[in-house]
T-cell receptor, first 110, second 113 residues
Framework: RKEVEQDPGPFNVPEGATVAFNCTYSNSASQSFFWYRQDCRKEPKLLMSVYSSGNEDGRFTAQLNRASQYISLLIRDSKLSDSATYLCVVIPNTGNQFYFGTGTSLTVIP | DGGITQSPKYLFRKEGQNVTLSCEQNLNHDAMYWYRQDPGQGLRLIYYSQIVNDFQKGDIAEGYSVSREKKESFPLTVTSAQKNPTAFYLC????????????FGQGTRLTVV
């Protein structure tokens, strides 16, 4: 079983729409969670960390559900510039590496 | 400016040749990583290093080798034993431990013909 699983999409949404991505992880002892953004043919960059109580950064909201072992990312009022692949990332309790999901592709359409 | 640099950006090699990808960081990070990315498969860990002169195999280490002689440098050699080496290779570095961000280089796109 993979450490981290994501729906690959693609998600094609109109500008202004709200879109949500989910990601499940297999190790219940995982400690740290993140969302990264990767533009086409570029390196991934940190979008936001995911905290137990949930956290928000502008139009982006991240949530963690430890009981069901999933994390989510909500994007409100989608912009064309949000088009990218979104990767969920988990660090296990051993703290020795990052586990990446396969990524979810988002295209925001004018 | 602090950062992580990979070179070259594009690399072409003939089948059967070894090739070394460079990764240098000036972020003073202890941990460095090599990932391979193929379409639809996300990032898969090849090798990682927590400290100078020490490194560990990741999930797909076969056909690859690394060294960590300096804190700043973590070169990856793709050997002729790697059966399908054409891919996008990403190097990253981080502070070792939990709740830490991985900083990536711009990647090297290797094509073996």
């Amino acid at each position: 079983r993979k450490e981290v699983e994501q729906d690959p999409g693609p998600f094609n949404v109109p500008e202004g729409a709200t879109v949500a991505f989910n990601c499940t992880y297999s190790n219940s002892a995982s400690q740290s969670f993140f969302w990264y953004r990767q533009d086409c043919r570029k390196e991934p960059k940190l979008l936001m960390s995911v905290y137990s109580s949930g956290n928000e950064d502008g139009r982006f909201t991240a949530q963690l559900n430890r009981a069901s072992q999933y994390i989510s990312l909500l994007i409100r009022d989608s912009k064309l510039s949000d088009s990218a692949t979104y990767l969920c990332v988990v660090i296990p309790n051993t703290g020795n590496q990052f586990y990446f999901g396969t990524g979810t592709s988002l295209t925001v359409i004018p | 400016d602090g950062g992580i640099t990979q070179s070259p950006k594009y690399l072409f090699r003939k089948e059967g040749q070894n090739v070394t990808l460079s990764c240098e960081q000036n972020l003073n990070h202890d941990a460095m990583y090599w990932y391979r990315q193929d379409p639809g498969q996300g990032l898969r860990l090849i090798y990682y290093s927590q400290i100078v002169n020490d490194f560990q195999k990741g999930d797909i280490a076969e056909g690859y080798s690394v060294s960590r002689e300096k804190k700043e440098s973590f070169p990856l050699t793709v050997t002729s034993a790697q059966k399908n080496p054409t891919a996008f290779y990403l190097c990253a570095s981080s502070i070792w431990g939990l709740d830490t961000e991985a900083f990536f280089g711009q990647g090297t796109r290797l094509t073996v013909v």
